[in-house]
């Protein structure tokens, strides 16, 4: 078993195009570790460097908003199911 | 090129006016690879700000869910400016993530406290934005998707 992670159309180039991909880790820090190491230059793309989650991305655990979850310190397991998507926003 | 139907279009402009002064957004979603703007599906702006947009994250997340399922992807992702032009403001350009997107901006800025009065048309333009870059692309009105390029009256003997 293993963390299964689906990826938005704009981060596929660090992921050969493929539209899943699978980790693993305890929470969501470890398990984009451990996605960054298969698929190199993902963290950057959705952890800022003051280690936070990028305002621009969106992540879901199980259908839920990780910003109301402790975001990157959300615990996750293995049969989860981890959603990226990029926020759709603007202004004037 | 932005080729989108009448009825579509006017979806866009209406959903614009009932917004306004804050604004409004949504996508349209088309079959993958087609580049043809199908499904209007208005947005609910969770900042309801005239100055900012935000899909609410559980919407977002329905949306693409949906889009996926029936094997779409967002077209059009469309919004308004209620107070200045319809063209990708900074923040509009830093958010921007859909490469095949048309992003269509649409202005009531002429509109003042209420739409729906006289000459108070809405601009409509189309965008290209790719890697920080803004380019701005024709748009093509049909007035349906199911006669192309024919003329509007159809006579069926």
Request: proline letters at 9%.
């Given at each position: 078993m293993a963390i299964e992670v689906r990826i938005p159309t704009i981060l596929r180039t660090h992921t050969g195009g493929n539209k899943t991909v699978e980790g693993s880790g305890d929470t969501l820090a470890a398990l984009v570790d451990d996605l960054d190491a298969k698929h190199p230059g993902l963290k950057g793309r959705l952890v800022t460097e003051e280690g936070k989650l990028h305002r621009f991305v969106n992540v879901y655990v199980n259908d839920e908003d990780v910003r109301f979850t402790g975001a990157l310190d959300t615990q996750v397991k293995d049969g989860d199911s981890v959603t990226i998507l990029p926020a759709v926003a603007g202004g004037c | 090129m932005l080729r989108i139907d009448r009825a579509t279009y006017d979806a866009i402009v209406a959903h614009a006016r009932e917004d306004h002064p804050d604004e409004a957004c949504g996508v349209v979603a088309g079959p993958e690879g087609s580049d043809r703007p199908e499904r209007f599906i208005p947005m609910l702006n969770a900042a309801r700000s005239p100055t900012f947009y935000e899909f609410d994250s559980a919407d977002l997340l329905r949306l693409y869910r949906d889009m996926d399922d029936r094997d779409e992807e967002a077209v059009v992702v469309y919004h308004s400016h209620t107070a200045t032009e319809a063209y990708p403001s900074r923040t509009d350009v830093s958010y921007?993530?859909?490469?095949?997107?048309?992003y269509v901006l649409v202005s009531t800025?002429?509109?003042?406290?209420?739409?729906?009065?006289?000459?108070?048309d809405v601009e409509f333009r189309s965008f290209r934005i790719v890697d920080g870059q803004v380019s701005e692309e024709d748009v093509e009105v049909v007035e349906s998707y199911l006669f192309g390029?024919?003329?509007?009256t159809v006579v069926y003997d």
């Open positions: - | 921007a993530s859909e490469p095949n997107a048309h800025r002429h509109h003042g406290e209420r739409t729906g009065l006289e000459g108070d390029h024919s003329p509007t």
